[in-house]
């Protein structure tokens, strides 16, 4: 099992937050999103990404490496469209480029804005994706009426990614062992090779399953059993606290206005 | 005399290419037996177990479960599978719900039964299969074993009249094996109807007494461990071989021309045991 050691999914269902009510969590990370997208200032959004990271570190107990990983990816867009955004601004230059490029202070308030909010929004995002199994997301699903063919669909990709990311693995390590992708052309027929052959192996598995459900009763809908928590269930110690950091959160948005940097 | 609880008469099934899969068996199933099914790779196991609950519908003859010939419609299979129960070679295959206990609730659920009565069995085959402390865990972060168990108290779950197993030890370590035997051993005695396929001849002869030869589709001899096993012939034509606990007395009947009796060799530890005690 080692290579789903590392894994997403491996630390949404062993940490410390895993067992927590979802509704809670979800509540709380929507509001979050939501308050973080009606500020003016770069600072709440800061102070959104403090909280979020200190309750998916020292709460849901995610080691700090996985965590930077995470939030690597968003970051490095994050930063990219900051760049841009400070070049974008108009009114007086503060530093130029040529050709009548530069950066104005508009457009670093509006950079450090986007930075800020995009940083606070991946961190409440990341803190319902770190902490709740994807298990319990699918009971969402049915609590909200998504369609059953939706959930159904992606019951089954949610399983099946597993099985082939390890199939694909095992493809790969063998294909190594004789000497595959040792160079340029080597690595595009082998890739090839190797997506083909996982295509295929798809659809046998497909068959297959087929097969194993229609054994099990299987006519054209998963009837699965309703697991997971019901809003009702969210502890009044949850409510006050989302409360609280609702009130906090309009109280800090207020005072900070659209207080800016420069 | 028992209540024949499935009978299969002279089945054939052509694959769609024209080849020929089963070739004509017949076969009976008595409740409360526990009957192995022994062949080589390739035999036609799988696909003559697929008969049995219509997943596979033969080209010719019949399935007649509990008295009833086995019919095609949806509702018919539906009631087929709910008494006949197939337990996949690859857990992998039969496992698709994201929690063990989700996996296990999906058959009964299909049958429509009332949620508590859906608790209620899935609590007890997960109690049953040793299973109950994995019951929110995701089927990829299971050991091998531990998804064999699962996939079984998928169907115990349904609680079927006749539970068949597609090589339920294969890629098991021994104990393992040994203890899925154990477990198909104990719900036996506990009145379940049980198949199995396989082709590990040193366990069988520990858990069952009435194997069935398959090759080529055809079942080539029925009867007990010592009947098959004393059936030179029927072993080497179905690519199979004495247990390694026979092999000794084999030896030492035709090296060293010492006997142990004449009604065939111990297969099991035990029964050499006290052969060699009797003989001591």
């Known amino acids: ?262 | 005399m028992a209540q024949t609880i499935l009978e299969v008469k002279d089945l054939h099934y052509n694959y769609p290419d024209g080849t020929q899969a089963i070739k004509g068996i017949d076969f009976k199933v008595e409740e409360g037996q526990m009957i192995s099914i022994l062949g080589p790779n390739g035999a036609g196991k799988s696909t003559f177990f697929l008969h049995f609950n219509g997943i596979i519908e033969p080209t010719s003859g019949q399935i007649i479960i509990e008295g009833e010939p086995l019919k095609y419609d949806k509702k018919s299979l539906l009631k087929a599978r709910a008494k006949v129960g197939v337990v996949f070679q690859n857990p992998d295959d039969q496992l698709f719900a994201p929690t063990v206990y989700e996996d296990v609730a999906f058959g009964p659920m299909n049958m429509g039964l009332d949620e508590e009565e859906v608790r209620r069995r899935v609590e007890t085959s997960l109690e049953r299969v040793g299973m109950s402390e994995y019951a929110q865990k995701a089927p990829h972060h299971l050991s091998g074993g531990q998804k064999k168990r699962v996939a079984i108290a998928g169907i115990l779950a349904m609680e079927p009249k006749v539970m068949v197993l597609d090589e339920p030890t294969s890629g098991l370590d021994p104990n393992g094996a040994s203890a899925i035997m154990q477990l198909l051993y104990d719900l036996n005695a506990d009145g379940m109807t049980i198949i199995v396929s396989t082709h590990d001849v040193d366990l069988v002869p520990m858990y069952s007494d009435n194997i069935n030869v398959l090759r080529k589709g055809k079942i080539l001899k029925q009867g007990t461990c010592r009947e098959v096993f004393g059936d030179e012939k029927v072993i080497e034509d179905a690519d199979l071989r004495l247990p390694w606990v026979g092999q000794i007395f084999e030896m030492l009947e035709q090296e060293d021309d010492i006997v142990f009796g004449d009604d065939g060799y111990p297969l099991t530890v035990a029964d050499a045991r006290e052969t060699l005690l009797e003989k001591l």
């Open chain 1, 1 to 262: 099992m080692s290579i789903f050691e590392d894994t997403l999914d491996h630390y949404s269902t062993n940490n410390e937050l895993s067992e927590s009510n979802i509704y809670s969590k979800i509540i709380f990370a929507l509001l979050a999103i939501l308050l973080n997208l009606m500020t003016g200032s770069p600072i709440f959004p800061f102070l959104i990404f403090l909280l979020c990271s200190f309750l998916i570190l020292y709460f849901a107990k995610i080691p700090l490496r996985f965590y930077a990983t995470f939030m690597a990816i968003p970051l490095g867009f994050a930063i990219l469209s900051g760049i841009f955004l400070a070049f974008l601004g108009t009114g007086e230059q503060i530093w130029t480029l040529g050709f009548g490029i530069g950066i104005t202070k508009g457009g670093i308030n509006q950079a450090m804005l986007v930075f800020f909010r995009v940083l606070g929004g991946v961190a409440a995002l990341g803190f319902l994706i770190l902490t709740t199994p994807m298990n319990r997301i699918f009971a969402i699903f049915h609590d909200l009426h998504v369609p059953a063919v939706i959930t159904d669909l992606a019951i089954l990709m949610y399983r099946y990614i597993f099985l082939f990311l390890d199939v694909t693995a095992t493809m790969y390590n063998s294909q190594k062992t004789r000497l595959g992708y040792h160079n340029y052309m080597s690595w595009m027929k082998c890739l090839a090779a190797l997506a083909g052959m996982v295509f295929i192996r798809t659809w046998e598995q497909g068959e297959i399953s087929y097969k194993a459900l229609a054994s099990r009763g299987y006519n054209g809908q998963l009837n699965m059993i309703r697991e997971g928590d019901s809003i009702k269930d969210v502890s009044i110690r949850d409510w006050i606290l989302i409360i609280l950091f609702v009130i906090l959160s309009v109280f800090a948005i207020i005072k900070l206005g659209n207080w800016t940097i420069f």
